[in-house]
């Protein structure tokens, strides 16, 4: 069974910074794309920014200049690391990676969701 783990999540200032992390258990053979989604109470959950293996990365318009996303391959793990902080950002954020079971089977995974909360 394959987890997402996420962490960094809070409650921060308009302006401020946090920084979320995300790294898998279980049996993966490797990790294809991994991102950060997240939602608002009657909205779909959105795109906030994905990274492949490669490290080519695809941004919301929304974040782009104050969200940076990067990976760490040796330990599967990604990061997003949110500057200049809105009120627009306070949202459920999720993880999600695309992995390989094996050579050839695919298969996707959300994390449990990590608050994050922009007060004025």
């Known amino acids: 069974q394959v987890q997402l783990v996420e962490s960094g999540g809070g409650l921060v200032q308009a302006g401020g910074s946090l920084r979320l992390s995300c790294t898998p258990s279980?049996?993966?053979?490797?990790?294809?794309?991994m991102g950060w989604y997240r939602q608002t109470p009657g909205k779909q959950r959105e795109l906030v920014a994905t990274i492949n293996a490669g490290g080519i990365t695809n941004n919301a318009d929304s974040v782009k200049g104050r969200f940076t996303i990067s990976r760490d391959n040796a330990k599967n793990t990604i990061y997003l690391q949110m500057n200049s902080l809105k009120l627009e950002d306070t949202a459920i954020y999720y993880c999600n990676a695309n992995y390989y079971i094996n050579s050839y089977e695919q298969d996707e995974v959300w994390g449990q969701g990590t608050l994050v909360t922009v007060s004025s």
């Open positions: 279980g049996n993966i053979f490797s990790i294809d794309v």
